[in-house]
């Protein structure tokens, strides 16, 4: 099973990204993805995260309007397309599947990903 977070860098404060996460190992429909970040010196929280079929999609509130989840299933890869990125946007982004339905606790989500960085400047 593997989670391969990619697309992650530096942008400047008001720019985009777009963040894949790209799954081999187990039945890719089957499972709800999430995204989480850890700033530094900060817990791991929760960003999005959409269900298998990717009808739904559920938002933290900092993020909410401005990034963007979705799925491809043929491509087996999770999106996260950020805009109007801030400074407290900066962290390691992780993708997380959970056989079941999509949650934000991290504590549930039965694989993880390596973590890709994004770095806004300002």
């Known amino acids: 099973v593997q989670l391969q977070a990619s697309g992650g860098g530096l942008v400047q404060a008001g720019g985009s990204l777009r963040l894949s996460c790209t799954i081999s190992?187990?039945?890719?429909?089957?499972?709800?993805i999430g995204w989480f970040r850890q700033a530094p010196g900060k817990e791991r929280e929760f960003v999005a995260t959409?269900?298998?079929?990717?009808?739904?999609?559920y938002y933290a509130d900092s993020v909410l309007g401005r990034f963007a989840i979705s799925r491809d299933n043929a491509k087996n890869t999770v999106y996260l397309q950020m805009n109007s990125l801030e400074l407290e946007d900066t962290a390691v982004y992780y993708c997380?599947?959970?056989?079941?339905?999509?949650?934000?606790?991290?504590?549930?989500?039965?694989?993880w990903g390596q973590g890709t960085l994004v770095t806004v400047s300002s």
């Open positions: 959409v269900s298998w079929t990717g009808t739904n999609t």
């Open positions: 997380a599947a959970i056989s079941a339905s999509p949650t934000s606790d991290a504590n549930e989500y039965d694989y």
């Open positions: 190992g187990f039945e890719f429909d089957d499972y709800a």
